[in-house]
């Protein structure tokens, strides 16, 4: 199944602003939206944006989600030491009937 | 508070059948959508197959015909039947619980490795 496009890395100084893009169709976050995952080395990864744009319980406000038309981006305002970790974004594809992750995105806060 | 925790994993030779199990608390697996997504080893995220608390199935073309995901209400677990294993699912297999309208992965778990290794 084919995934969403995420650029492979991306470097922002400490307090800078990142932002994260994430490309699909509109089978997927064109019509739907893309909801964004935070992963830490050696740990899971944690849901800090749904699809919809709200952030769940305990994620900072720095963290935003926006969408145009098939190019969903995360953006993360005064960056901070811990945001330094790999960014995924993932979408329902009606096409496909199966759900979609991007490559994933490496953030390093320098 | 929901939890999942994976069990199961561990080394395997191609074309065995191991089956991994998550154990929900804090919801129950027959009223929403529960999956597995898996990571090889530096690689990303893959999703693998959810289900559906109503019977609702669905598999990546990676794993069709050869996974199989259920569910045991009394226990409140979901199961990941994988037979035909090859060299290329060797991965840590995360069980994951998605929101109630079924589009976004909410809660995880700290997955389980499964390596697959003649």
């Known amino acids: 199944q084919a995934g969403l496009t995420q650029p492979p890395s991306v470097s922002k100084g400490l307090r800078e602003t990142a932002t994260l893009t994430c490309t699909g169709d509109n089978n997927n976050v064109g019509g739907r939206g893309a909801a964004w995952l935070q992963q830490h080395q050696g740990h899971p990864p944690k849901l800090i944006s749904y699809r919809n744009y709200s952030r769940p319980s305990g994620i900072p406000e720095r963290f935003s989600a926006s969408r145009s038309r098939d190019t969903a981006s995360l953006i993360i305002t005064g960056l901070q030491p811990e945001d330094e970790a790999d960014y995924y974004c993932?979408?329902?594809?009606?096409?496909?009937?199966?759900?979609?992750f991007g490559g994933g995105t490496k953030l390093t806060v320098l | 508070e929901v939890q999942l925790v994976e069990s199961g994993g561990g080394l395997f030779l191609p074309g065995g059948s191991p089956r991994l199990s998550c154990a929900a608390s804090g919801f129950t697996v027959s009223s929403t959508y529960v999956g597995w997504v898996r990571q090889a080893p530096g690689k990303g995220l893959e999703w693998v197959s959810v289900?559906?608390?109503?019977?609702?199935?669905y598999y990546a073309d990676s794993v069709k015909g050869r996974f199989t995901i259920s569910s045991d209400i009394r226990s409140n677990t979901v199961y990941l039947q994988m037979d035909s294993l090859r060299v290329e699912d060797t991965a840590v297999y995360y069980c994951a619980k998605l929101e109630n309208s079924g589009y976004d992965f909410d809660s995880w778990g700290r997955g389980i490795l499964v390596a697959v290794s003649s």
């Open positions: 289900l559906h608390g109503g019977g609702q199935t």
């Open positions: 993932s979408a329902w594809d009606v096409g496909l009937s199966a759900w979609v």
